[in-house]
């Protein structure tokens, strides 16, 4: 639990503000997501060891963080999402 960096594995519509290196994020809980398919994989967290803290198929995106309770960057990922909903 705690504020942990997200990198983002591409620039797209929904990184448009945040810095593609990592940005903090709010993590709740300890649970990860087990990759199956790299071609979902949107955004990964080093935190004892990298794991996927975001996967996304066209206009449907998950987080493991949560961007409600991320701040600045967490209201940016949402603006983005609703410009991208918005089209």
Known sequence: MGWNEAIFKAE????AGLNAQGEPFYFV???RVVQTDPALVWCETDYAGR????VRRGRVLA???HPE??????LQLYRNFLTLADR
């Open 12 to 15: 797209s519509p929904l990184t």
């Open 69 to 74: 309770k991320s701040q600045v960057k967490g």
């Open 29 to 31: 809980h300890s649970y």
């Open 63 to 65: 987080t493991q963080f």
């Open 51 to 54: 794991f996927v803290s975001g």
